[in-house]
């Protein structure tokens, strides 16, 4: 119901990374990282169907070993998700991950070390289709930078991030992404902005070890909102010392607050007063964890009192305003004839919203199937 966002997006080239498009107007993809041991296989897969039951587009597995290699093997023959492997120095690994049906490498050529192993890399990632992710951080700058700058700078991670394009460039290789994060948004916002400017080619975005689920949710949305808005951005992780699904969340959510990719229900909740007439965060915090599992973009507002609670309802898909003992109903926005009993609100809400889904679900196929 709430109009499309007003952002413009950056002109980018465009990489696949499995089945999943990045670039070039693509859905921003959102992806996380698992905190599993690697070579544990089990618990891999099963926080990469976590993942990828909460919307991940792209999970990243760290591949440290070539004991982490033969397990990303067996991940890889069990899970859907698009995978990338995140090596760091050793080129055998990409080698060998590549075999394994690797959809992204996530090196950078710079750290690979000699040239012809540089080639080998690449060129098995040109002849698989495997695009590759260079991926700089504030805190792991090449020494000379270091000294040169001083301190992690914009320009210091840009440079930082060019040196590894100009190889990739000069191997005529051009199926890359460039990630250039750092732990302060200052700093990582104008990088960014830089590095915008001087390459084609998506840009993964992120504030890097941003902290706990609420600080580091708020830091990411922050400097993540600012780039986005700006149409800065291709594909994000949000970096959280929390659970990789809640990483996920926060990213649809940052997406969802920008209008620029809705997934599940958008909740318009009113922050309650005295005057509330039912309990509205009790109502939102349940049919929050009750309709997981809705993947259609809905507005559902769900409001107190009648102060605000019609103005919000008439810009919804489906919305509560809060009256004595019973509050009005709103569907598209008209006020219906039926309504909630406040003592009931959470179960007649649902019931309503699982009908609502499931009408925009049949209409969406049907305008799918007219183009
Ligand atoms: S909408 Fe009503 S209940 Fe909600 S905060 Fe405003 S005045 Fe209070």
Redesign the pocket.
């Known amino acids: 119901m709430h109009n499309e966002s007003p952002i413009k997006r950056r002109q980018s080239t465009r990489i696949y990374v499995g089945n999943v498009p990045i670039g070039d107007g693509a859905p921003i993809a959102v992806q996380s990282m698992t905190n599993t041991r690697t070579t544990d296989v089990d618990a891999t897969v099963a926080q990469i169907k976590a993942l990828e039951k909460v919307g991940a587009d792209i999970v990243r597995v760290s591949v440290p070993t070539m004991d982490a290699a033969e397990a990303f093997k067996l991940i890889k023959q069990q899970v859907n998700v698009p995978l990338v492997a995140d090596i760091h120095f050793d080129y055998r690994i990409a080698l060998q991950v590549a075999e394994y049906g690797v959809d992204c490498l996530r090196i950078n050529p710079g750290n690979i070390g000699r040239e012809d192993r540089i080639r080998a890399v690449v060129d098995c990632a040109r002849d698989k289709n495997i695009p590759i992710r260079i991926g700089v951080n504030g805190g792991s700058l090449e020494k000379d930078i270091q000294q040169k700058y001083g301190e992690p700078t914009p320009a210091a991670l840009v440079e930082s991030a060019m040196r590894h394009v100009d190889i990739l460039d000069r191997l005529n290789f051009d199926q890359f992404k460039v990630s250039v994060k750092a732990s302060d948004v200052f700093l990582a916002v104008e990088s960014y902005r830089q590095l915008a400017r001087q390459i084609a080619q998506p840009l993964h975005l992120g504030i890097t070890e941003a902290g706990g689920a609420r600080a580091g949710a708020v830091k990411s949305a922050v400097g993540l909102g600012m780039l986005l808005a700006e149409g800065i951005g291709d594909t994000l992780r949000i970096s959280l010392a929390a659970d990789p699904v809640e990483e996920i969340k926060v990213g649809f959510d940052i997406l969802k607050s920008l209008r620029i990719r809705s997934r599940g229900i958008n909740f318009i909740a009113?922050?309650?007063?005295?005057?509330?007439?039912f309990d509205?965060i009790g109502t939102v915090n349940e049919l929050e964890q009750r309709l997981e599992d809705i993947t259609l973009p809905m507005d559902v507002s769900v409001?107190?009192?009648?102060?605000?609670?019609p103005g919000e309802a008439e810009v919804s898909h489906l919305g509560i305003a809060?009256g004595n003992r019973k509050s009005a109903f709103y569907e598209d926005g008209i006020r219906q004839k039926e309504r909630f009993d406040n003592d009931n609100v959470i179960d007649q809400l649902e019931a309503k919203i699982r009908a609502k889904a499931s009408i925009l679900d049949v209409n969406n196929r049907i305008n799918v199937t007219e183009k």
């Open positions: 009113c922050p309650t007063c005295s005057r509330q007439e509205v409001i107190g009192c009648v102060v605000n609670g809060g």
